[in-house]
């Protein structure tokens, strides 16, 4: 048997009489592909957007100030377009979890921050953590949120950080009905007063439009007599009744085309997500409803005039004259698109204001899926439930013009108290604004501009309109509001785009045409807008009175071209000086904070807020603690050779010793920072008693800029931390626009490994461009094998089948493309079948 005719056996692909066949977009993955794995690319940018968003929390870079009794976890590490990682944290005050405390690091593929987004700042250091309201009397608080109470879930203790100031709180979960309406709801009571102090719904309510697209393909599971309606291609996803089992029968056919069928509601149904988490992947860079690669089951069958999303699932119901179910694309993609919102750092948010930016998103989330559909039964058109006619008066809402059905068009001081659908409307009035345009033309309605706003609006198109709002959203918090929207959408279109583009000047008109105005500090765009990042290394030290503290102060260009960065530092306790080596320097170096402690200066732990100024402003914060007693166990740090010099892409190594100076020996752990951009640094061993030794090996990219740099050695031990410099110098390849990646992966069966190439040739790449790959693998005929381009688009390459195994070797392909040359280039491969293993050897590129 052929081996793809044995794998298509494996994945149902099911048809039915409801929904027509959709062709795959042009140079979109196979659609029984698992989702791509950044984290399998050379150098595994994601551990290091770990690595790096990690030490910025730790330095207390900018935004991320914290009080002396609280701590960021990591929560998640997100992919995003254009090579762009979000690494959220949440916060915790004396042990305990700290609501409305989370943060977002944004950095790049490189390892630079770009960004960084808290929902609050530091807590004042007397918050009561004791309560004086008993845990079951803030039970039977919270469900009095509700008409019938169906379930409770035990409370617990956390810091409610939204609203004025912070407040000690139970938070307590009870579900149940609420207003005639399932509910789920979160509910902060005072601890010490016994008073709500703010709630939220799980349960996000919308409604439904249309309901038959012909007949179309879904993916399902199954074989033989026995199948289900679940999604063997996409974890999650599943469509059932109301007892949350998928639907199974006995062959791959689903539905009658009956409105009042329910088989034919989950068609309906498993079409729409599958078309969405298509768009996630093939237009945003998400992977998966969730981000991780899982989405949700869906329920069809509810007995209501209604859908919802509960926090888990999805639940379907019917229109009024029940002649049809709610299960179209833009209602389907609606209601998931809350648990995309709900999935984004920041989870649901609290508030009326942040229940209609959920709303909101939910609608983009549907126009977006319908754009990409691009089904002949249900074109784009920016309404809400405009076929459903939900109680006869047709569309529930109108992105282009929010008051045609009574919805505000412009963002006022009376949306925090504007029930969530209506204040949904600014927000669906600037999406449509910066897709399309006040006048788009071509049949596309006409959208009013709001008092005070630009004269006309040009759109950018929908899927760069769903760029920028993705990045906004992976840049949320739970305390985000329009002005908060604004300010990281703007961010993520200077990201995606750059701040001379189009689409910058184009998201700030949207926003001032629906009357959101700029924050303080609003970056501007049609302008240069280079910028920098800093951190410390180590974040703290000790001293004693007549003692020195050192640290090394580094800095990165995270946009635009290097600049000068003025050094200087703020907070320090009375008679303890500060002094940088160099003062001042390009952004890229670093330099030496040495903090000579007074004989005066009183014993204790005293935060120093280091300080570079540039075209912007950023800050780091070091822990300085003060003994007064000396240290009585020491060592000293140094680098044999002190320098060295390489090609870009290739390695040096230096021997890095230690010796005990004081008392007995001790552990020291070894770091580096101060290093290029490409370049990694690793120590064997990474930890040595003082008077042992270890090998730096400097590991330089092909891409790495030449120039000078100085590298610090940090030794961090118990009494002492202590550094040693090594003067790195790069020099430049010759030029090119042939590149190569002989990094071996590894190819198991049903496995997929990405390998990629950073080009650094000017202009459009050369089409077709031309690719040579070498396999070592005894079954080409299992191997399916694409490539991405910089800008996200993927491209077939080899595909797998055969009826016979032979040697891969080495193969050349041509492939036809259209982007630029400049940017990371990613060979995926798959393993489709079993029996046979192998690893990539080496491919280049052409551009």
């Not at 984290?39 to 994601?46: C, R």
């Not at 939220?200 to 007599?225: C, E, P, W």
């Not at 959408?489 to 959101?516: P, R």
């Not at 009585?632 to 892409?649: E, L």
Request: proline share 5%; with cysteine; net charge negative.
């Amino acid at each position: 048997m052929k081996r793809k005719a044995l794998l298509a056996a494996v994945v149902g692909v099911a048809t039915a009489t409801t929904l027509a066949l959709q062709a795959l977009p042009a140079n979109a993955a196979p659609p029984g592909a698992a989702p791509r794995k950044e984290s399998a690319l050379a150098g595994d940018p994601a551990s290091l957007a770990a690595q790096v968003a990690d030490k910025a929390v730790s330095s207390q870079v900018d935004e991320l100030t914290r009080g002396p009794d609280e701590a960021y976890s990591r929560v998640a590490v997100t992919p995003g377009a254009a090579d762009m990682y979000y690494v959220s944290y949440e916060r915790t005050y004396k042990g305990l979890p700290m609501v409305g405390g989370d943060a977002v690091v944004v950095t790049d593929a490189a390892g630079n921050v770009r960004d960084t987004v808290a929902a609050a700042g530091p807590s004042p250091s007397d918050l009561p953590t004791s309560a004086t309201i008993s845990a079951g009397r803030a039970t039977r608080v919270a469900k009095t949120r509700l008409s019938r109470v169906d379930d409770t879930a035990a409370p617990r203790l956390v810091v409610l950080a939204w609203g004025e100031k912070p407040r000690l709180t139970w938070e307590a979960v009870v579900s149940g009905i609420a207003e005639g309406k399932p509910s789920i709801q979160h509910v902060f009571v005072d601890a010490r007063t016994g008073e709500i102090a703010d709630s939220y719904d799980l349960v996000r309510a919308g409604t439904g439009n249309g309901y038959y697209y012909g007949q179309v393909t879904i993916q399902t599971s199954g074989s033989g007599s026995s199948y289900s309606m679940t999604d063997s291609t996409r974890p999650g996803l599943q469509c059932g009744g109301q007892n949350g089992s998928a639907y199974t029968g006995t062959d791959d056919a689903w539905g009658n085309a009956s409105g009042t069928n329910l088989e034919t509601a989950c068609v309906d149904a498993l079409y729409s997500v599958q078309r969405e988490w298509d768009m996630l992947r093939d237009w945003l860079g998400r992977n998966g409803i969730n981000g991780s690669g899982r989405g949700y089951p869906a329920r069809v069958g509810l007995a209501d005039v209604n859908a919802y999303w509960n926090g888990s699932y999805t639940n379907f119901g019917h229109n009024q004259a029940n002649t049809r179910q709610a299960t179209p694309i833009d209602v389907v993609a609606h209601e998931f698109g809350h648990a995309i919102f709900q999935t984004t750092p920041g989870g649901a948010g609290s508030g009326n204001e942040n229940g209609g930016l959920n709303e909101a998103t939910g609608d983009i989330f549907g126009a977006l899926t319908e754009a990409y559909a691009a089904n002949p039964n249900d074109p784009a058109d920016y309404t809400v439930g405009e076929e459903v006619d939900l109680v006869g008066d047709g569309p529930i809402r109108v992105m282009y013009n929010p008051s045609a059905v009574g919805d505000p068009n412009c963002y006022s001081s009376s949306i925090p108290n504007t029930e969530v659908h209506a204040a949904a409307g600014p927000l669906n009035h600037w999406f449509y604004l910066l897709a399309e345009g006040s006048n788009p033309g071509g049949g596309k309605p006409s959208s009013p501009i709001c008092s005070g706003g630009p004269s006309s609006v040009t759109g950018v198109g929908v899927q760069n309109a769903g760029k920028i709002f993705m990045g906004a959203l992976a840049r949320k918090t739970s305390s985000w509001r329009y002005t908060n929207v604004r300010a990281a959408s703007v961010a993520a279109a200077i990201e995606l785009f750059g701040a001379n583009s189009d689409q910058c000047n184009t998201t700030k008109a949207a926003w001032s045409a629906v009357s959101v105005a700029a924050a303080s500090g609003e970056p501007a765009c049609g302008t240069s807008t280079s910028d920098f990042s800093i951190s410390l290394s180590p974040t703290s030290g000790s001293a004693a009175p007549g003692g020195q503290a050192t640290a090394t102060v580094g800095t990165q260009t995270t946009s635009g071209s290097a600049q000068t960065v003025s050094l200087s530092a703020s907070g320090l306790p009375s008679g303890t000086t500060a002094s940088f080596s160099p003062s001042s320097v390009t952004s890229g170096n670093s330099s030496t904070l040495t903090l000579s402690v007074g004989s005066s200066t009183a014993a204790g732990t005293y935060n120093i807020t280091v300080t570079g100024t540039g075209s912007t402003t950023h800050t780091a914060t070091y822990a300085l603690t003060v003994s007064q007693n000396p240290p009585t166990r020491d060592f000293s740090i140094s680098a044999n050779p002190a320098s060295g010099t390489v090609q870009a892409g290739s390695a040096a190594t230096s021997t890095i010793g230690t010796s005990t100076t004081a008392g007995t020996a001790q552990t020291v752990n070894l770091s580096a920072s101060g290093l290029p951009t490409g370049a990694t640094a690793a120590f064997n061993p990474a930890s040595v008693t003082s008077g042992g030794s270890s090998t730096l090996t400097i590991s330089t990219a092909p891409t790495t800029p030449a120039g000078s740099y100085t590298v610090t050695v940090t030794g961090t031990g118990e009494t002492a931390t202590h550094t040693a410099t090594y003067a790195l110098t790069v020099q430049s390849t010759s030029g090119g626009r042939t590149f190569t990646n002989g990094t071996n992966y590894t190819i198991d069966d049903w496995s997929i490994i990405d390998s990629s190439i950073t080009s650094t040739a000017t202009g459009t790449a050369t089409s077709p461009v031309k690719l040579s790959i070498t396999i070592s693998h005894t079954c080409a005929e299992d191997l399916d094998i694409w490539l991405r381009g910089p800008n996200g688009t993927w491209y077939a390459v080899d595909r797998y089948g055969g009826t016979t195994c032979t040697q891969y070797g080495t193969r050349t392909f041509s492939v036809p493309v259209s982007q630029q040359a400049a940017g990371t280039w990613i060979l995926e491969i798959e393993d489709v079948y079993l029996g046979d293993t192998g690893y990539l050897d080496t491919w280049s590129i052409t551009v």
